[in-house]
């Protein structure tokens, strides 16, 4: 049996400066995302588009979005199969490839976990996890990038082996 899941967000544009988009450079990217009950998030275009280089912009959620999902994902398997983890911390990075007219897509994805785990011998499991992560993440699920892992594991002090 399938369940389904609704979502809603709400996106406001604020950036009309007087006279719309009767120009190009005469407006704002700037806009407003509103999910009841949570913080808002103000955003606007990449730099390269016009946009605000102090907000976040549509490919900074982007990728936002796939690490957490990732870590999320990882983090329930590690408590699920024995893996203790201590920290996690991802400086995720993509790929995005713009031909002559500004047209473009992602092109790769990666996720750069550093995680540490309190017993080495959970080590390669912890690795494997990452794996398992990835088919279980619903917005990895979604997309039509690639998606890498380039994982580093760490063990806490004092996290040798328990026997």
């Known amino acids: 049996m399938s369940t389904e899941h609704e979502y ?22 700037e806009y407003m995302v509103s999910v009841d009950g949570k913080p808002d998030i103000r955003g606007t275009a990449d730099p390269m588009f016009r946009g605000d280089p102090a907000l976040h912009n549509p490919e900074d959620l ?27 911390e991802d400086r995720a990075t993509a790929i995005l490839a713009l031909d002559s007219n500004r047209n473009g897509s992602f092109e790769e994805v990666t996720l750069n976990p550093v995680v540490t ?11 494997k996890l990452h794996d398992e992560a990835h ?17 580093t594991i760490r063990i806490a002090e004092g996290g040798g082996s328990q026997q």
């Open 8 to 29: 809603v967000s709400r996106l406001v544009w604020k950036g009309n400066l007087g006279n719309g988009t009767s120009t190009y450079a005469g407006y704002s990217r």
């Open 62 to 88: 982007f990728i936002a979005a796939i690490s957490s999902c990732h870590m999320l994902s990882y983090l329930a398997l590690c408590a699920l199969k024995g893996v203790s983890v201590a920290a996690y």
């Open 135 to 151: 088919d279980l993440c619903y917005i990895a699920r979604s997309c039509s990038v690639p998606i890498h892992h380039a994982v």
């Open 117 to 127: 785990i309190a017993d080495s011998s959970t080590e390669a499991l912890a690795i």
